[in-house]
């Protein structure tokens, strides 16, 4: 099992339909066994997948089982809890879904003010901080969990990237864009230094290894690659293109995303981190959210017409190359 979080300091980057899409592709045409963990207070992911029937129901439910059953009990004290949430069986996106909580913001101010003991070697701050691991291993059956987060650098964020393997940073075509991998840089950086120091400490004090689940822990997280989103093309003599107002932009993401990201944060500097680009699919986005079904599978019962048909196919073929870049980079089959 690998864990990857798809994430991006910028807000408005397409990362929640790159991920459902991805995960979708990776479940129905790939057959892989994927979870999806909603961690994100504003679940967009989970009414994505969710028809608005299904979602009302579940979260009419007081005693529904979603990301804050699993931390509800770490804010209570209570430490960690054996017993799995059941995943959601998504109806069209072919994967398991953990449904995210508004809840869930309630827990920012905990991870917050764990952190320092974490980073002095406090078995109780560590173990908040690491909270995410333990949820991974608690389903290792599967052959992915993709992690949704929102668009910060606090302290849920900062808990989920410290516990996973791999980011994948969705990316679009703007200057703020760009700004915003010097901060996910910085913020990991010290976030490395942060909890090495801490489980340094702890072996140190409690004379052996920080474990969770048994399992002695480090930090293992490392970057997978990214893909542009909200890129319009525009044909010239049969061939896309670029438009001019995105041209200089695109032409410093290589060298920036190089040393920001790259080359501090990737553990084999030979992949190639440039999963694919996506096209603006106008009109798809919007019928694929009211259908609650992937971009590559929409039907003529989603509201899907004429050319529209054409454009369904080669999103197809955009979620398959990223798909394909994507497990390549992660070596290929899972083991």
Not at 94 to 112: H, M, T
Not at 147 to 153: A, E, F, I
């Amino acid at each position: 099992m690998k864990s990857i979080v798809f994430f991006n300091n910028k807000g408005g980057v397409g990362k929640t339909t790159l991920l459902c899409n991805v995960a979708a592709y990776l479940s129905i045409e790939m057959k892989k066994k994927i979870l999806v963990v909603d961690a994100d207070p504003q679940c967009n992911t989970t009414s994505y997948c969710m028809s608005d029937k299904d979602l009302e129901k579940f979260y009419d439910n007081d005693k529904r089982e979603s990301i804050e059953s699993f931390l509800n009990p770490i804010r209570r004290g209570k430490g960690y809890v054996q017993k799995r949430i059941t995943p959601i069986k998504t109806e069209r996106f072919g994967f398991d879904l953990i449904a995210g909580d508004p809840k869930l913001a309630l827990s920012e101010d905990l991870l917050a003010t764990d952190w320092d003991p974490a980073s002095s070697g406090k078995p109780r701050g560590l173990q908040t901080t690491l909270v995410f691991s333990h949820l991974s291993n608690l389903y290792k059956e599967y052959d992915f969990i993709l992690y949704d987060v929102g668009p910060s650098l606090g302290a849920l964020n900062r808990s989920v990237l410290i516990s996973c393997d791999y980011f994948l940073i969705p990316m679009s075509v703007d200057v703020f864009s760009l700004m915003a991998l010097g901060n996910i840089h910085k913020s990991l950086e010290n976030w490395k230094l942060g909890i090495e120091k801490g489980l340094a400490n702890h072996k140190k004090d409690e004379e052996e290894d920080f474990t969770i689940d048994g399992n002695p822990v480090s930090w293992k997280l490392s970057f997978i690659g990214y893909a542009m989103q909200q890129y319009k093309g525009k044909t010239t003599r049969g061939v896309k293109v670029k438009v001019n107002a995105f041209e200089k932009v695109a032409r410093k993401l290589p060298k920036l995303m190089q040393s920001e990201i790259i080359t501090p944060h990737a553990s084999n500097l030979n992949l190639d981190f440039d999963l694919g680009q996506i096209e603006n699919m106008n009109s798809l986005i919007p019928l694929s959210q009211l259908a609650h079904s992937p971009i590559f599978a929409l039907k003529g019962r989603d509201g899907v017409v004429g050319a529209h048909f054409t454009k369904v196919n080669e999103a197809r073929g955009i979620y398959k190359a990223i798909c394909d870049r994507l497990l390549a980079n992660l070596g290929g089959e899972v083991k």
